[in-house]
């Protein structure tokens, strides 16, 4: 394969097909993006540095004194040293306390560099509570958008327009201010062509709002697609995707959402609201030394601002911090908790001030439940999780066959047709239903209401009798017919909404999927919630209602059990837990409902984990071929070291750098013939005793500046690894020293060790690679990407769906 190499330091890398991987929507190329790649693999065409190749004194060149720029970075798409990070942060910061007790200026400089963290996690709560206030407003009115227009002024949606009308309780959504599309154009709202006209504009707005969302992200930021917390569990987990969270990245994310969500598409805006505040928090890292400098440093920062996403997507600031713990991050320290906490209780803060909804609350549906429930609801609160779990299952499954089609066939060339066919599907089916022509959450906030005396929705047209009412509980009554058709009405939509959001998860528009599970667990709640009510009312004598539900009680919340299908469909999705449970504690404020959502979220997560044991976000990192060891994951299998090194036994030997004998063109012919990101120091090629580990990206800007700035450096200088210069005849060219960037503790195991415990150290250390020892001679390496094949192997999967080839 011809590969165009190197010049100054920058990489040219190949574009084969085989090289080519779409992440989030965008082609990537991984030709030079791996860690330590195939030692078979030939490349070649390597073009020498420019430098001054003048024959100076015979004198050494300790070059590295000053840190040059760029070593010790990281190219696109390769993982991180974390115990090199780690250690440079503890040095950075050993320094710093040091030279503090000298002058009244360095601890000054001591004191903001401990405090920079807590303002940094101050300006993302900020930044991220505005950004979710903007998105929320504008989400809202223009959903409003594709059933009319508001006279009095047309920003407003339909209950902002509706509060200063003169219009009774019942009517107030026929309020005068408020045309709809037909009476704007015809004049009337009534008859078959006022309903033609109103279908028709509601599809026309949900195209026009879809199609600019997928073109807005196709022409500027690929990355914005999709929900983003795959990817940002694989970042957290060391990966390095540039852009992915860049400023572009996050302009037009927020614009998108607010399109995708208004176009009535069955997607919800909450994942990608974390995708949106981890990418706050990764621009103003730049606002501070300590973490724009540090890979490890700012994946705590992402951390935290992935729990203030969550925070301001639900209200939710403690289920937020529990979320990022328990969902996307890979390494969580107590400081990180802590800084977590303030964040999301910033950014809960400023959506709060902004009051997006107008009712007080961060949430649309948050609801409060005043009925405490019965032991013997334990029953169907637990079919629901079964249903929760089922679902999952069956979407997880669906959803990844659609998008491995999307990605292997000509249907992933056509982003923008696949949007228009699905949105005017979805726009058609939904405009008869009520319950789907309303936004998603506008659905489970209705789903979620206990009917109350005033309500006047079909779910509550109940066959009143006053005279039994006590206080504001009203009693469990007989269904009228407005609840029957809702009934059907809600059928129907859980249909449509099962199916959909099949397709519409990881279209090529940002797409969150907990308001669309949620809203099928929620309808299937509702359901089940409302036959209980009729069964109890219509037969209280039975024995499973005789001890606690008297006639003319108030037994049953269908409410109660919309919300606890809400979370066994969202637990059997994502496969969360704890923090599930926490975030709709949260949404509804009743500490008396945390049992029945614990049962829920348990049972739908058994059921979901005994057909398939990964969540939606899991499935879709093994499916885009990211390199993300999972942590939760158990490695049962009695393999050695040995059995998963290279090189194998009739692979060429492994490719290493003397410390003291190696010339600059050596070294420059090594770079040139392989394409590996590091190499082993010995001290001689016949002793094979390790040295340390050496980069190549390291390797080549030290040369490289050497040979620019230093008089002397020609092909033919030694490059030296230790603290003494070799001894050489006193003609020879200057030497020069890299011991700097020599990493003098890299890990090794023997050949010996068992998988497991190398499986562990990778997890728990976030290794890129290990050396691998007999009897203390060099024997192999061992790197992230062929622990990931050899998993992939002994699960009978094919070891190449770790893509980074």
């Not at 990537?28 to 065409?45: H, I, K, N, T, Y």
């Not at 549906?365 to 005043?370: I, L, R």
């Not at 906030?445 to 504001?472: A, H, P, Q």
């Not at 890129?768 to 009897?775: A, G, I, M, Y």
Request: hydrophobic share 45%.
């Amino acid at each position: 394969m011809d590969q165009k190499g190197y010049r100054r330091g920058s990489f040219q890398s190949s574009t084969s097909d085989e090289d080519m991987l779409e992440i989030a929507g965008a082609s990537l190329d991984f030709s030079m993006a791996e860690d330590d790649p195939p030692l078979d693999r030939e490349m070649g065409g390597f073009t020498s540095y420019n430098g001054g190749g003048m024959n100076g004194t015979s004198k050494m060149m300790d070059f590295l004194e000053e840190p040059l720029p760029g070593v010790g970075t990281y190219e696109d798409f390769n993982t991180i040293d974390w115990v090199r990070e780690k250690s440079r942060d503890r040095d950075r910061h050993r320094e710093i306390t040091s030279r503090s007790k000298e002058s009244t200026w360095a601890l000054i400089h001591s004191v903001s560099d401990a405090f920079s963290g807590w303002l940094l996690m101050l300006f993302i709560g900020l930044l991220a509570g505005s950004l979710a206030g903007l998105i929320d407003i504008s989400a809202h009115w223009m959903t409003d958008l594709k059933e009319g227009v508001c006279l009095a002024g047309f920003w407003f949606n339909h209950e902002h327009c509706c509060w200063k009308s003169n219009t009774t309780f019942t009517d107030r959504d026929k309020c005068p201010e408020w045309m709809s599309w037909s009476q704007l154009i015809i004049g009337h709202g009534e008859g078959a062509f006022a309903y033609i006209l109103n279908y028709f504009m509601y599809v026309i707005w949900a195209l026009l709002f879809s199609l600019l969302a997928v073109l807005l992200v196709k022409g500027f930021a690929p990355y914005a697609c999709g929900s983003g917390i795959p990817e940002i569990k694989t970042i957290l987990s060391g990966f390095i995707i540039r852009g992915y969270l860049g400023k572009w990245t996050l302009i037009i994310k927020t614009i998108t959402l607010v399109l995708a969500v208004s176009s009535g598409l069955s997607l919800g805006k909450e994942g990608p609201l974390v995708h949106v505040a981890c990418c706050c928090g990764n621009i103003l890292c730049h606002l501070f030394t300590k973490y724009r400098k540090n890979e490890a440093k700012r994946r705590e920062v992402l951390s935290a601002a992935a729990a203030a996403g969550v925070s301001v997507a639900f209200g939710a600031p403690i289920g937020g911090v529990l979320f990022s713990l328990e969902e996307v991050s890979y390494y969580f320290p107590l400081k990180t908790l802590w800084r977590s906490f303030f964040a999301a209780l910033v950014a809960a803060f400023t959506l709060r001030s902004i009051n997006p909804f107008g009712n007080s609350r961060l949430v649309l549906f948050y609801v409060e439940f005043h009925m405490p429930w019965h032991l013997l609801e334990l029953v169907p609160f637990i079919l629901l999780g079964i249903f929760g779990g089922l679902w999952g299952a069956f979407f997880i499954r669906s959803n990844i066959a659609w998008c491995r089609r999307r990605k292997t066939t000509k249907l992933g060339k056509y982003p923008v047709l696949e949007v228009f066919v699905v949105t005017a599907i979805t726009a058609i089916l939904a405009f008869p239903n009520e319950y789907t022509r309303m936004s998603t959450s506008e659905l489970i906030s209705e789903l979620f209401n206990d009917c109350g005396i005033l309500d006047s929705s079909k779910l509550c047209e109940y066959v009143n009798d006053f005279n039994s009412t006590k206080g504001d509980d009203l009693p469990d009554r007989a269904a009228g017919p407005g609840v029957y058709t809702a009934m059907w009405q809600l059928a129907l939509a859980l249909i449509m909404k099962v199916f959909i959001t099949i397709f519409t998860f990881g279209m090529k528009v940002p797409s969150g999927l907990f308001i669309p599970s949620m809203a099928v667990g929620a309808i299937a709640g509702r359901l089940l919630g409302v036959a209980m009510e009729q069964l109890a009312f219509y037969h209280h004598d039975w024995i499973i209602f005789s001890g606690w539900c008297s006639q003319g009680a108030d037994c049953i919340t269908p409410g109660l059990y919309a919300m606890v299908g809400a979370a066994a469909c969202l637990g059997g999705v994502t496969r969360m837990t704890v923090s599930l449970v926490v975030i709709m504690f949260e949404l509804t404020g009743g500490l008396e409902y945390i049992v029945p959502l614990m049962a829920a979220a348990m049972t739908s997560k058994w059921v979901a984990d005994a057909i398939g044991r990964e969540g939606i976000y899991d499935a879709h990192i093994r499916l885009n071929g990211y390199p993300f060891l999972e942590a939760k994951e158990e490695f049962s299998h009695k393999t050695l070291a040995m059995d998963v090194m290279r090189p194998r036994r009739n692979d060429p030997p492994l490719t290493v750098i003397t410390q003291d004998s190696m010339t600059v063109e050596d070294i420059e012919t090594i770079i040139n013939e392989t394409t590996y990101s590091g190499y082993p120091v010995v001290v001689s090629r016949e002793s094979q005793r390790l040295v340390g580990f050496v980069l190549r990206r390291d390797l080549i800007i030290s040369i490289e500046n050497a040979r620019k700035k230093q008089d002397g450096i020609v092909s033919t200088s030694i490059i030296y690894f230790t603290d003494h210069s070799p001894p050489l005849p006193p003609s020879s060219p200057s030497m020069l020293k890299l011991r700097s960037i020599l990493d003098l503790s890299p890990f090794t195991v023997t050949d010996q060790t068992p998988m497991e415990i190398v499986v562990d150290i990778f997890r728990k250390l976030g290794l890129r690679q290990c050396l691998v020892t007999h009897n203390g001679k060099l024997l192999g390496i061992i790197t992230k990407k062929d622990v990931l094949k050899h998993i992939a192997q002994l699960a009978n999967q094919d070891p190449d769906s770790i893509l980074f080839n």
